[in-house]
């Protein structure tokens, strides 16, 4: 229960130097499908497990960290553009005694390290350690993670786009007013056919408006950054 706690070693995984702020320059015609703004995007919120990296049950060991094929790339080209990366995880292991707060940081000072190999990076990672049974604000979809980043980095809903791979994730997002995306890898295939979303025709897809839905399906995370990337070809 309680407030969700940051990066016990919080100076890692911060990005080093300073970090520029640029609205990206797209083609706004082409973004913008039914008040769907994806070229307003400057901040994204990645879920952990399925998203950024493959989904491993209940990952403790920082060895087995793999990302998403073609993402670190992505997200570093973005980020050029200014844009910033915020890591937002349930990690209920914690509470279910399977892997330890060191270990948690031990996943991340990995994956940060993977992410800086490609010169990419989170600006920030909030966890929430509790179980479904705490009833706690943290645990997506509940909001506090979300109020715990935008207090800290004045984040604005309209120009925030969530990722994920599960249900939750997107309720998550929707609960704030962001943009939202399904990722069919990890969880999201299940969980798009739980949503009763269409097949994936177009990668990305974006969706028609329904209670629940994403803004926007796709293969993987890359998939999204990529089409982030595309427009803001003209630049
Ligand atoms: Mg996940
Ligand atoms: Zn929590």
Known sequence: MGLPFANPQRALLWASGTHQQRPLTFCR??????????AAITTILLDRDGTLIEDCHYLCDPDAVCL???????????RRRGVRFFLV??????????????????????????LA??????DDAVFCPHGPEDACRCRKPGPGLWEALRARHHLDPSTTLVV??????VAFGLAQGCLTALVHTGHGK??????????????????????????????????????????????
């Open 29 to 38: 015609s082409a973004a913008t499908t039914a008040g769907m703004d994806f």
């Open 68 to 78: 998403i094929p073609g993402v670190a790339p992505a997200m570093a080209a973005l």
């Open 89 to 114: 995880s349930n990690q209920s292991g914690l509470a279910r005694g399977l892997f330890t707060q060191e270990e948690l940081t031990q996943v991340q000072v990995r994956l940060s390290s993977m």
């Open 117 to 122: 190999a490609h010169g990419a990076c989170l």
């Open 164 to 169: 994920g791979d599960k249900a939750s994730d």
């Open 190 to 235: 299940a969980e798009a056919a739980k949503l009763g979303l269409p097949p994936l025709h177009n990668d990305p897809m974006k969706l028609p408006s329904r209670p629940a839905w994403p803004h926007l399906q796709a293969s993987s995370l890359t998939a999204v950054l990529h089409m982030l990337l595309a427009l803001g070809a003209a630049q």
